[in-house]
């Protein structure tokens, strides 16, 4: 509002009337005019979305045939709870979310603290980092697909040369699931360091100066100024990989090219399950309802993260 | 993990909404076909034709002439190497009436599915003249692509007589006998097929396995058989089919003597394994010569043969081509349709490619071709005879999917060492899954 001030005529000018009701309710509706596209934009592909699958997740729809809709209610819901694919593939979004999560949070920390030196060719080892968010996940995966294959991967072979007998990376359960986690940490680790990074930058120099005369190492200071710093910014980054590790759809959907996530279900994650249903066995309405109930999931999953974070920042304050 | 990942459900909630609201956005998430056919001044016409597998039209420089026989047309292919993901694009792209090519191919699995729930959805070829055309084909086949009221909905393209493709330079290495006449007796039975992968076992090569998988072992001999998943009024009859069920125990027989490289067919490793000579035989319908020499390529030629199947003539896949009703060039794509599954061109396809003829009067001219790439195989001869004996199989609309559940269950068994019983019950679940 105070950048549209100096806009206004004086009150002494008298101006017509009119033209000044109408600027004014110019003044007052324009800054709706220009959000509105983007909510415009977020009712079409957003909100549209959103509410029409709610609508098919309460019927028995097919993609072959559209238009006979059957009423189910909830059943698809409750259909849900007794669905063990549903459950498999539940468990592993948690196993996978946590085995990509954690490593890459992890090292990214690392990584930011590396960073964070002065050195040589910094910018570059920067914007290096960065590099693999750039590339596609399906770019991505398939060159890993590559590297994990079971008969002529590059990763065998070097288990092979120390004596270490080959791993079906897509079959065994375990192995598979690191195969996956592999991907989303070698993508998302370096642009976790680089936020890590900006806000370690904003973490005053003068706390790490008085830890320096007060005798603390490089690796005290990183647990006592950096960590407690950076608690907001790793409170963010925790958030946004839960989304993520939830939604998880294209790494494992390519490491074979499988919608069932390997021959057993063994990766199969919550959105590859959605996407089986919907775009394999061409079921909309479980698809919907599997889509709606990732959406709740999500929002408890974040309800939880910002309730853990509330909690621990009022205890600090409260110390 | 963030951002760009988390707009990952609001494409997938469009991309349901717009089953109903917009074509336009499903094509363009749609695969491979642009469908934005320019047509410039002059008449000239852009024929876009979306394909799954091998059909080795353009191998066979079959664009390459009609194009030169109607001035003006260019026909644009793209393909999609898994039926699969080719099935699951296209039924996308239907239900959002856009981003369809001209012509879509549909494998012989999923036939039942368009004539009985997708009618509506595909131009009926009678409307263009396909009627005098019915003569020109196997009477099963033109059968199967008609719909309830008497439409014409594809024509057909080629059938998968089965037989059975081997490594005669492996062959010899383990110490069998490499002519095919010989192989055919000595399996004249799956019992001895399976006996001869033991002694193959003791004497072969290093790395390299009797068979390329259970699963393609599993879908060669379930083609041999009239009834498979679905009886001929439309009953679910898979679980109790007898056949069925030897097919599956044959299967795991094989896996548990250790005759199966372990593969997984259409993944990247078994496209591989063709040149690095992993398996020494495998299950070949016709349409399988054309992807063998594409994957084993140059310096395979003269190292593989082709011998009769074991335990009897089967038909595994085949296809049709049909015309979307969204399509562009309707009219044009009927005329490339016609042209391509003719007898004549049918014919130079399978000398070319080893697509067998669907077409009654190509079946004749090919008796006496040999394949120089197969060590001058009779393939004439010996797919022209499955052709003939092979079973005429009752179609379902779910074929497809049931036999993807199984085959899932069978590589559990080979790869990962799940008991049979188990497997089994773990198709049994995935078929109800599928079916929902």
Known sequence: ?319 | MPIARAARPTTVAVRLGAVVLSGALLAACGSSSDGAATDGAGGEVTITVDLFGSFGYKEAGLYAEYEKLHPGVTIKQTDTEDEADYWKSLQTRLAGGGGLADVQGIEVGRIASVTQLQADKFEDLKKYGADTLKGQFAEAKWAAATGKNGEVLGLGTDVGPEAMCYRKDLFEKAGLPTDREELSKRWATWDGYLELGKQYKAKAPAKSAWLDSIGSLYSIMIGQEEERYYDASGKLIWEDNPALRAAWDHSVAASDSGLSAELDQWSPQWNQAFAAGSFATIPCPAWMLGYIKGQAGESGKGKWDVAALPGGAGNWGGSYLAVPRAAQHKKEAYELVAWLTAPEQQVRLFEKQGNFPSSTGAIEKVAAAKDPYFSNAPIGRIFGDAAKAAPVQVLGVHDQNIAQQITNALSEVERKGTAPEKAWENARKGVANTLG
Not at chain 1, 120 to 142: D, E
Not at chain 1, 179 to 187: D, G, H, N, Q, T
Not at chain 1, 217 to 225: K, T
Request: a positive charge; hydrophobic letters at 50%; zero cysteines.
């Open chain 1, 1 to 319: 509002m105070t950048l549209t001030a100096p806009v206004t005529p004086p009150k002494s000018v008298p101006a017509s009337r009119r033209g000044s009701s109408v600027r004014r309710t110019w003044q007052k509706a324009s800054p709706y005019a220009y959000i509105a596209p983007f909510f415009t934009l977020f009712a079409a592909f957003g909100a549209f979305p959103l509410l029409y699958t709610a609508y098919v997740s309460l019927y028995r729809v097919e993609l072959q045939t559209p238009g006979d809709m059957e009423w189910r209610g909830l059943g698809n819901y409750t259909a849900l709870l007794e669905d063990e694919f549903f459950w498999i593939s539940l468990r592993n979004t948690f196993t996978i979310g946590v085995l990509s999560t954690v490593p890459q949070l992890v090292m990214a920390l690392g990584l930011a603290h590396l960073l964070n030196y002065r050195m040589r060719g910094r910018t570059f080892l920067r914007t290096a980092v960065l590099l693999p968010y750039a590339t596609s996940v399906a770019a991505a995966t398939l060159v890993f697909a590559q590297l994990f294959g079971r008969d002529f991967g590059l990763i065998n072979y070097l288990l092979g040369t120390v004596g270490i007998e080959p791993v079906d990376w897509q079959t065994g359960t375990v192995a598979s699931q690191i195969a996956v986690s592999a991907v989303v940490v070698w993508r998302w680790t370096g642009y976790n360091a680089l936020i890590y990074l900006a806000g370690m930058q904003s973490i005053p120099d003068e706390l790490y100066e008085a830890a320096a005369m007060d005798g603390a190492s490089r690796w005290r200071q990183f647990f006592h100024v950096t960590l407690p710093g950076l608690r907001p910014t790793i409170v963010f980054t925790v958030i946004v990989s839960t989304i993520g590790a939830t939604q998880l759809f294209g790494e494992p959907l390519l490491l074979e090219g499988k919608i069932s996530g390997g021959i057993s279900h063994q990766y199969q994650t919550l959105g590859l399950y959605m996407y089986e249903q919907g775009w394999g066995f061409f079921h909309l309405g479980r698809a919907a309802a599997i889509a709606w109930v990732m959406f709740l999931l999500i929002v408890v999953l974040v309800g939880v993260n910002a309730l853990i974070a509330h909690r621990r920042s009022r205890k600090e304050a409260g110390r």
